[in-house]
């Protein structure tokens, strides 16, 4: 047995502690021994019934606002105690007879107005379909945090038909201040059921709108979809994650370009701006998919996804988890599962918010604590705990 003097007792004494503190919230880096540690006695209800595809952010101001499905249209609630308690829903945009509203992304603007979209969704009718009715990606703005709504703009157009529609829009502001909106497009592939994600720009705030759409990522003969942007902190890269089936069953994948890239090539399947998000990486049979993508303040970048992992092979029936990556988006690992979602329910379309104190906001639409409705709860990176 090896003998220890005087310094290494010390060390060993300083190192002691400091192991026992394994889940103290503390600034730590992605690493192998990173983790998320969720407070169960922060989960909250956010609407009070019903609800779907719920995004968050925190505004200038400290406040949290909420957009999500409701009611077949589009509403915002916020709150003003950090998630406690959420104020009475306003109506973003409402249903019109043969067409729902549905999955909403908002973002602050850098002269803090709000900026919205959405995604007009028609369905049959007495089981006839309008052929007048079009999916299409729409935005609309606030100045005054949320109260109200206005300068609505429609800017695509896809089929009328559900396989050649158009989904999932998600916007970033460049620091010139251009916007860019990407969404997943079918409506280009009325003979197959390929999908690309796409991309407008806006360089007035959402006023006005390229007139044709971009080609960001393809993968030919698959379903490239749901694109999350983000712009890395300290670097000129731009990402997002997408749920990409080029390998079989839906996965998380991480798209990238630079500024000076700026998406001049659509990202294919072998292109190394493309890679594949989670390590290790998961089953084939498992279903991972609706993937959103946040940063937090020291670089760590954290990815969700709604997985069937250790669950039936049950799409209808996956949970929220959130992987941890590096700064530059990529190496995701240790993934946690924010939510107690029981094998027979569901925990689907979630994302995540990351507050000013890098405190960690998941949310989900679940039945898990009675009838469906949207739920959230707090986490923060911690060392996980050592053997």
Not at 45 to 70: D, F, K, P, T, W
Not at 216 to 224: E, V
Not at 253 to 258: H, L
Request: aromatic content about 8%.
């Amino acid at each position: 047995m090896m003998k220890m003097g005087i310094t290494e007792i010390w060390l060993a004494g300083m190192l002691i502690p400091l192991m026992a503190c394994g889940q103290e919230k503390m600034p730590v880096k992605a690493t192998d021994l990173i983790d998320i540690a969720w407070d169960q006695s922060t989960l909250k209800q956010v609407s009070a019934r019903g609800g779907n595809y719920a995004r968050a952010i925190q505004l200038s101001n400290g406040h949290l606002l909420c957009v999500y499905e409701g009611d077949g249209g589009i509403q915002s609630t916020v709150s003003i105690n950090l998630g406690e308690t959420w104020l009475a829903p306003v109506k973003v945009a409402s249903s019109v007879p043969g067409v729902n509203m549905a999955v909403p992304d908002i973002l602050e603007l850098k002269d803090h107005s709000l900026l919205i979209s959405y995604n007009p969704r028609p369905h049959k009718v007495n089981g006839v379909a309008d052929t007048t009715k079009r999916f299409a990606i729409i935005t609309k703005k606030s100045y005054d945090e949320g109260k109200t709504w206005t300068d609505e703009r429609l800017i695509y157009q896809a089929g009328y038909r559900f396989e050649d529609g158009c989904w999932e829009p998600s916007q970033l502001q460049l620091p010139s201040g251009e916007i860019q909106l990407f969404f997943s497009d079918e409506g280009l592939f009325t003979q197959s059921n390929e999908q690309n994600i796409s991309l407008f720009r806006s360089y007035d705030g959402g006023l006005s709108w390229t007139k044709k759409p971009e080609v960001a990522a393809f993968t030919p003969g698959h379903r490239d979809g749901m694109p999350v942007p983000v712009l890395l902190k300290g670097t000129s890269e731009i990402v997002f994650s997408i749920e990409d089936n080029g390998g079989g069953q839906f996965k998380p994948s991480i798209i990238c370009n630079t500024i000076a890239q700026n998406w001049q090539k659509a990202v294919g399947p072998g292109d190394a701006e493309r890679t594949y998000a989670l390590i290790p990486r998961l089953p084939q049979t498992v279903y991972a998919g609706a993937p959103y993508l946040r940063q937090l303040h020291g670089g760590q970048t954290i990815l969700s996804y709604q997985s069937t992992q250790n669950r039936d092979n049950n799409g209808n029936l996956a949970c929220m988890q959130v992987a941890v990556g590096d700064d530059h988006a990529k190496n995701f690992k240790n993934v946690s599962t924010p939510f107690n979602v029981p094998l027979n329910k569901h925990g689907l379309w979630n994302s995540l918010c990351v507050l000013s104190d890098d405190t960690i906001i998941a949310l989900t639409s679940t039945d898990a604590y009675g009838s469906n409705a949207i739920w959230m709860i707090k986490g923060h990176l911690v060392n996980k705990k050592l053997n």
